[in-house]
Each structure stands twice: as structure tokens, then as C-alpha cells.
């Protein structure tokens, strides 16, 4: 056991050697304040300005642990080991990595006055991982890899736990069909849209789809469970099931049965979440209605969830998925722009930072959308496959994991989205499915 001594016990201190813990050591970390304590350990960090007669590994702290309440922060960054790192300080290790990592998993800095983007959410660009070019790594895991090492030639007797790599693919279903299940006026108003516009091809595969002559350009879901059994992955599905369709929320309608069938055979199947519409982030009372429905058509209790368009406000929006039941979060990521929100690739507990409290909702952080890559980033699928490749790899080698967003209208069968559907599909069957076949023959 690995013992840290702080001259101050402080929640946010006992909260981010929990997480630390959680990812590097058999055994928990002890914290102590007691030198008596701290001298008779075996293995020992000393987190303070004091000085012991016994050798241990020094890791100098800034103010930021020892604080309460919210204020300016300004990190300063500098290069670390082909990345980034901030709060830099003498001892041990170069900088203060425990408050370094509290800083960004926290997010503390959403807590800060921001910049809002067009959907009224934290805007990336007023991010620090993005202003300082270290959004596409997650400098977390790379600090721990390297602390690890710096404590294992200290101690070399200290046991490390092992971490496995993890692939996780989610899915948003926003809308499950394009033509089918949309009500007699919904599919009027689609047909004299597509004739204002003369658009021939879609009229006529709007009535081809709809006499059943032809599919459904958003129903790829058979088509997806076959790669999923070739690959041997179990994914996550997060349906959006706002009773009331508008604005933002165009979902098939709750009262269609066949979008119950749906959501009752991938509950049957797979791990299910809610999608909270638009709307419950308006009115928090939809939210446990939409839960409370998802419940029921899934037979079974629901405790995950993502938020549409990734719209969620901090601290309200997950106190409201604690309040409601949820336990898994899948929302930490942004709905503008591909990397790492939190900076890191393994799941936490979200800290309240207003209260500053540990909760025990636990963060699913995702690192790429095929949605952020299309209609954000303006990208081909052949630069958004390299870019989901640099992701993938970057995780595996830090036996992290990675988690992506994907939504059945990129990967159906219209024209439109041809592309992305063979670059999904390239990226199943020659990344996912081999890494799961080697797997497969150690274990």
C-alpha cells in the first residue's frame, strides 16, 4: 500500500487519490496527516511543503487541493514528454499531478464565466485543452503513466494494478426511421418539401420505402447486429423519447409501436440509455417522464443516459441524472469538435465542485462522433477514419477506454452517408474484430 502524507485533508485531495488509486494501484492509497504515521509506512509521497528524514517521493502541491469554493484559475502549461502538463512545480516529479488532474476532471473551469456556442453550451474553444493543443490527448492517463514509472523506480516492490483496454460503441438513435412510423402529416410535409425542391429521387424513395418495396435509408440495425457478432462486442444504445416532437427532438413518436418493438428487442439484447431530449433540459420534470417511459417499454430499470446535442449545464444537468436515477453518464465530450472534454480515457465519478463533493455518478467520457467529424469538423470519412484510428491507438496503448458516438442515419443506406458507412464498416472488420480475435486466444 502506498501511503501520501498532506499536512491538510481536503475532499478534493481524498477525491482525486480515489481516482488515481482506482487507476494505478492493487491497494488503496492511504492518506495520512499524521508524520508518525507517514514515517512508519513502507512506501510514501509526500504531498507537502514539510521535509522527513526518511526517503520518500516528493510531489510538491500548489494552492488548488487546499482551497475551497470557486476562483480564477490560470494554469501555467509547459511541454511534458510529447505532451502537455500544467502547474509545474520542484520535487519528485515536475508538477503538481494531483492537482493537475483535479483541475481537468473536475472541469473546473466550465464552473468558470464562459463562452457559450450557438446551442448555448460550454464552447470548446474557451477550453484550456484546446487553446493549449492537447485536446486530442488524454494527458491524464499519460501523467499517470508516467508517475507510474517515476514511483516504480523508486519502489519497485509496489504493486501496480493492470488495466486492459477497452472498445465501447455507442449509439444515439435520434430519429430510427426516415420515412416510416412519422404520422399521415409529418410524411405530407415531407413529400411537399421534396417537391418544392424538385428533388425527384427522394419522392420517389420516400413512396418506395413506404409500400415496404424498399428500406428505410436510417435502418441499418440489422446490419449492425451482424458486425457486432462478427466482432464480438456487446454496444450501448441511448434512444431519445421525447414524447412531444419539436424543435431539437424529431424522434419517432412514444406512441408507435414499432418503435417500442425496437427499443424492447435492444434492451433484450444490449446495455440501453435514455437520450434526454432538448426539452428535459428546459423542464427537468420530462426528464423522469422520459425515464420513467423508457423503463417500462424496457422491461427493466434504465441508469444510463447521454444528453442530445450534448447539452448539459454544470452542475444542474447532473445533479438532475442523479436526482432521476441515472449511474452512468455518457455525455463528457463535445458536440462541436472530436478529443478529450475531461482529458482523459478512463471512466471517474463526476465531483460536484459547488459542494465539493465526490458523487457517485460515474463519467463515460467519449473521445469521437461521427456527427463532430461531418457536420462540425467538415471532414471526408477518409480523414475522419485516420482521425478515429489516431484515437483508438493513442487509448490501447494506454490501456484506457475508447468510446465513440455513432447514429444509425450516418450508417444507412442513403446516398449521402455511402461513404461513412464503408469507412465504419473498414474500421469493424479491420481494427475492432482483430483486436477482439487476439483477445479472444490469450484469454
Not at 488509486?21 to 507537502?48: C, H, M, Q, W
Not at 414524447?243 to 418503435?259: C, E, L, Y
Not at 467538415?378 to 468510446?403: A, C, D, M, R
Amino acid at each position: 500500500m502506498i501511503t501520501v502524507y498532506t499536512s491538510k485533508i481536503t475532499p478534493r485531495l481524498q477525491y482525486i487519490l480515489e481516482f488515481i488509486g482506482k487507476e494505478l494501484f492493487v491497494d488503496p492509497i492511504a492518506l495520512t496527516s499524521d508524520p508518525a504515521n507517514f514515517k512508519s509506512a513502507r512506501f510514501k509521497v509526500n504531498y507537502s511543503n514539510n521535509s522527513f528524514d526518511e526517503p520518500a517521493f516528493n510531489v510538491c502541491p500548489v494552492p488548488l487541493l487546499f482551497e475551497s469554493g470557486i476562483s480564477e484559475q490560470n494554469p501555467d502549461v509547459f511541454d511534458f514528454e510529447n505532451s502537455k502538463a500544467i502547474y509545474q512545480t520542484t520535487g519528485d516529479h515536475p508538477f503538481d499531478i494531483f492537482a493537475a488532474s483535479f483541475f481537468l476532471l473536475s472541469r473546473y473551469e466550465e464552473y468558470l464565466p464562459h463562452v457559450k456556442d450557438e446551442y448555448g453550451r460550454y464552447a470548446h474553444i474557451g477550453s484550456l485543452a484546446f487553446r493549449e493543443n492537447f485536446l486530442h490527448l488524454p494527458v491524464i492517463n499519460i501523467w499517470l503513466a508516467s508517475f507510474k514509472s517515476a514511483l516504480q523506480s523508486k519502489y519497485p516492490e509496489i504493486r501496480f494494478k493492470h488495466q486492459q483496454f477497452s472498445c465501447n460503441l455507442t449509439y444515439d438513435i435520434d430519429i430510427a426511421y426516415s420515412y416510416l412510423y412519422k404520422g399521415v402529416l409529418r410524411t405530407i410535409a415531407g413529400f411537399v418539401r421534396a417537391f418544392a425542391k424538385g428533388n425527384w429521387t427522394e419522392i420517389a424513395d420516400r413512396w418506395m420505402v413506404l409500400r415496404r418495396k424498399k428500406q428505410d435509408p436510417f435502418d441499418c440495425f440489422e446490419w449492425l447486429d451482424a458486425l457486432h457478432l462478427y466482432c464480438r462486442l456487446k454496444p450501448f444504445y441511448f434512444f431519445l423519447v421525447a414524447k412531444k416532437q419539436r424543435g431539437n427532438d424529431k424522434n419517432i413518436s412514444t406512441d408507435v409501436k414499432a418503435f417500442r418493438d425496437l427499443i424492447e428487442y435492444y434492451s433484450s439484447k444490449y446495455e440501453v440509455g435514455l437520450h434526454p431530449s432538448w426539452q428535459s433540459g428546459d423542464n427537468k420534470g420530462l426528464l423522469k417522464e422520459e425515464l420513467e417511459w423508457l423503463e417500462v417499454v424496457a422491461d427493466k430499470p434504465i441508469q444510463l443516459s447521454r444528453q442530445h446535442y450534448i447539452r448539459f449545464h454544470t452542475p444542474d444537468t447532473f445533479r438532475a441524472l442523479i436526482s432521476a436515477g441515472i449511474r452512468n453518464d455518457f455525455s463528457m465530450g463535445y458536440g462541436s469538435v472530436n478529443g478529450f472534454r475531461a482529458s482523459v480515457c478512463s471512466s471517474y465519478k463526476w465531483y460536484d465542485l459547488e459542494r465539493d463533493e465526490r458523487t457517485d455518478l460515474i463519467m463515460n467520457p467519449y473521445c469521437f462522433m461521427d456527427a463532430n467529424s461531418y457536420y462540425e469538423q467538415n471532414q471526408t470519412p477518409e480523414q475522419t477514419y485516420l482521425e478515429l484510428i489516431q484515437y483508438y491507438e493513442t487509448i490501447k496503448k494506454l490501456n484506457g477506454s475508447f468510446i465513440s458516438i455513432w447514429h444509425n442515419h450516418m450508417l444507412g443506406n442513403s446516398t449521402e452517408f455511402k461513404a461513412w458507412r464503408k469507412m465504419f464498416e473498414l474500421f469493424m472488420r479491420e481494427t475492432v474484430y482483430w483486436d477482439a480475435y487476439s483477445d479472444s486466444l490469450v484469454n
